[in-house]
């Protein structure tokens, strides 16, 4: 076995053992033998199964969540990046997404992950909805829309599998309301 594996291997490995196996396939000896290294190698790089589950969530939150508000935050505010946001998280399968939150069911360190991970896009969109013209209510309103509407989107991607292009621009000036009228 003359494999090094990095830590970045190993959690790319875990996200990838996540969305296709679920979070009790995340242990030490079988993600090693499918990768063709020692349970050592693990070892070397997280010192025990609770440090590896942090970083796989950590990971999951960066990828899902702080870079997508980091990319939006480049478009122009308001109906742009609302515009983007709908497409990227109706238009793509959610498949990690729904093992973490299954994970979160039975974990409290994947729950409470979970939870940061709903206020930190809750936040977003509220502060998105709000610099398109919405009221403080009205914002709050249609944030916890769209992320009840995200979560559902996880569980039964069936219903929204047709949903793209005129329908999605649709569904983002319904959603920004009067606000998107009143700049027109």
């Not at 998105?128 to 709050?140: K, V």
Request: charge should be negative.
């Amino acid at each position: 076995m003359t494999k090094r594996l990095t830590r970045d291997d190993w959690i790319a490995h875990g996200l990838v053992v996540l969305r296709d196996k679920g979070h009790e396939a995340l242990k030490a000896e079988p993600m090693a033998s499918a990768l063709g290294v020692s349970r050592g190698s693990f070892y070397w790089h997280f010192p025990s199964l609770g440090d590896f589950h942090g970083a796989i969530l950590r990971a999951w939150r960066s990828a899902t969540t702080e870079r997508v508000i980091a990319d939006l935050k480049g478009l122009p505010p308001g109906r742009d990046q609302l515009a983007t946001l709908i497409q990227r998280a109706i238009g793509n399968p959610q498949v990690i997404e729904k093992a973490v939150r299954r994970w979160g069911g039975v974990d409290p360190l994947a729950a409470a992950c979970v939870r940061e991970v709903d206020q930190l896009r809750f936040d977003y969109l509220d502060e998105l909805f709000r610099n398109a013209g919405a009221t403080g209510d009205e914002a709050a309103a249609r944030a916890t829309l769209l992320t009840w509407a995200f979560i559902g989107r996880t569980f039964a991607p069936d219903l929204v599998a047709g949903l793209q292009g005129a329908a999605i621009d649709d569904l983002t000036m319904l959603l920004l309301g009067r606000e998107q009228e009143d700049q027109s």
